[in-house]
């Protein structure tokens, strides 16, 4: 692929894409991207949602995913099906989980984003204490 992720905006285009038309459960991707931004492959799906529709967000699977890839980098994606884009305590406590992940593998995580409904979206790359 040639595409580079300049902004959240660039990266939710990518994810949004990847998602089906009707989403019933929540799913969880991972773009991998190299070092400079470059997209390495399409988003890659790692978790889809259980009856209860919640999706894990793995670290381990992740950046499983990511390092086969070959990634210097990474962005995760996940969809709320209710459209609601504030994030849960779950949310930021998986990004936060992510964080120490990432600097453990010398693998940033660049962004976390919600994905909500016609192509809203909501960045966790702020800083926790003010999304919490």
Same mark, same amino acid.
């Given at each position: 692929?040639?595409?580079?992720?300049?902004?959240?905006?660039?990266?939710?285009?990518?994810?949004?894409?990847?998602?089906? !038309?009707?989403?019933?459960?929540?799913?969880?991707?991972?773009?991998?991207?190299?070092?400079?931004?470059?997209?390495?492959? !399409?988003?890659?799906?790692?978790?889809?949602?259980?009856?209860?529709?919640?999706?894990?967000?793995?670290?381990g699977a992740?950046?499983?995913?990511?390092? !086969?890839?070959?990634?210097?980098?990474?962005?995760?994606?996940?969809?709320?099906?209710?459209?609601?884009?504030?994030?849960?305590? $779950?949310? =930021?406590?998986?990004?936060? !989980?992510?964080?120490? $992940?990432?600097?453990?593998l010398s693998?940033?995580?660049?962004?976390?984003? =919600?994905?909500?409904?016609?192509?809203?979206?909501?960045?966790?790359?702020?800083?926790?204490?003010? =999304?919490?």
């Open positions: 692929m040639d595409s580079f992720i300049f902004t959240p905006a660039d990266a939710a285009f990518l994810f949004r894409a990847a998602l089906p !038309k009707v989403q019933r459960e929540e799913r969880v991707f991972v773009l991998p991207l190299d070092g400079s931004g470059k997209v390495l492959a !399409k988003p890659i799906l790692v978790s889809v949602g259980h009856m209860d529709g919640t999706a894990t967000i793995d670290a992740i950046f499983r995913e990511a390092l !086969k890839a070959g990634a210097e980098e990474i962005i995760v994606a996940h969809n709320h099906p209710s459209g609601d884009l504030t994030p849960s305590k $779950a949310d =930021i406590a998986a990004t936060t !989980k992510l964080r120490e $992940a990432a600097d453990l693998v940033p995580l660049i962004d976390h984003i =919600i994905l909500g409904r016609g192509g809203a979206f909501r960045s966790l790359s702020e800083p926790l204490a003010i =999304i919490g």
